[in-house]
């Protein structure tokens, strides 16, 4: 099984920078994207940026100018770079990445995706 492993995260006053970076354990077929959410206490896991294995990149509006993701291809890692930080980014952030793979049994491409543990980000003075 696939674990995508987080790391990075912690407490940081506001205006700082954390980078957070996640690594998928193993080779795991065609990366087709890369993605950070974010969750708040009781509520639903909203997209904070995402990557493409083109280069693409997607930020949510309340990040842009002060995040930037970026990935590693040859390690299937994904970094997020967070900078300016304020108070409502406190959040848990959560990896994903999403592809295809070909079955080595009946070679059918068949999509997976893979999330992280989640990993603790607090900005406090």
């Known amino acids: 099984q696939v674990q995508l492993m987080e790391s990075g995260g912690g407490l940081v006053r506001p205006g700082g920078s954390l980078r957070l970076s996640c690594a998928a354990s193993?080779?795991?077929?065609?990366?087709?994207?890369m993605f950070w959410y974010r969750q708040y206490p009781g509520k639903e896991r909203d997209l904070v940026a995402s990557?493409?294995?083109?280069?693409?990149?997607y930020y949510t509006d309340s990040v842009k100018g002060r995040f930037t993701i970026s990935r590693d291809s040859a390690r299937i890692a994904v970094d997020l770079q967070m900078n300016s930080l304020k108070p409502g980014d406190t959040a848990v952030y959560f990896c994903?990445?999403?592809?295809?793979?070909?079955?080595?049994?009946?070679?059918?491409?068949?999509?997976?995706?893979?999330w992280g543990q989640g990993i603790q980000v607090t900005v406090s003075s």
């Open positions: 994903n990445m999403k592809g295809q793979v070909v079955d080595d049994v009946d070679g059918a491409v068949r999509e997976f995706e893979y």
């Open positions: 990557i493409t294995n083109t280069g693409g990149t």
């Open positions: 193993r080779r795991i077929g065609s990366v087709k994207g």
